[in-house]
């Protein structure tokens, strides 16, 4: 199934609000047993170039440096990203040590042109887009 919506993806732009990426993600995602960092890399047509885990963590935690990511970004000549990672506890709340990862990335990237388009939280119960809620 996830194979089926990855191809939808790759032939048309990406938002972070669109219902196919969602369920993409959801897939993924939503019920991994510890977190995970997923970067969406996107053109400037927002087409998705890859998809890839930068970070693995625990089950309560995840990070990744910013530099790896951007140099990633450079590696594909992405100029833009979507970031995701779930919350195996099944809530999408976002912690304060998401929020400071995701000003990192978001500061480092426009050093570089770089757009951050969304940092997205993937849960059972439901999603979290720090653009929605005011923290992008």
């Given at each position: 199934?996830?194979?089926?919506?990855?191809?939808?993806?790759?032939q048309?732009?990406i938002?972070?609000?669109?219902?196919?990426?969602?369920?993409?993600?959801?897939?993924?995602?939503?019920?991994?047993?510890?977190?995970?960092?997923?970067?969406?890399?996107?053109?400037?047509?927002?087409?998705?170039?890859?998809?890839?885990v930068?970070?693995?963590?625990t089950?309560?935690?995840v990070?990744?440096w910013?530099?790896?990511?951007l140099?990633?970004?450079?590696?594909?000549?992405?100029?833009?990203?979507?970031?995701?990672?779930?919350?195996?506890?099944?809530?999408?709340?976002?912690?304060r040590?998401?929020?400071?990862?995701?000003?990192?990335?978001?500061?480092?990237?426009?050093?570089?042109?770089?757009?951050?388009h969304?940092?997205?939280?993937?849960?059972?119960?439901?999603?979290?887009s720090?653009?929605?809620?005011?923290?992008?």
């Amino acid at each position: 199934m996830t194979q089926m919506l990855r191809g939808q993806l790759m032939q048309r732009p990406i938002l972070s609000s669109d219902q196919l990426v969602l369920d993409y993600l959801r897939g993924r995602m939503a019920y991994e047993p510890i977190e995970q960092l997923r970067v969406l890399f996107l053109n400037a047509n927002n087409e998705l170039i890859a998809d890839e885990v930068l970070g693995m963590g625990t089950v309560s935690a995840v990070y990744a440096w910013p530099r790896e990511i951007l140099k990633r970004c450079l590696d594909l000549e992405a100029t833009a990203i979507l970031l995701v990672h779930n919350h195996p506890s099944g809530c999408s709340r976002p912690s304060r040590a998401d929020r400071e990862l995701t000003e990192r990335i978001a500061k480092a990237a426009r050093c570089l042109n770089v757009v951050v388009h969304d940092h997205l939280v993937v849960a059972r119960n439901g999603t979290t887009s720090f653009r929605k809620a005011g923290y992008l």
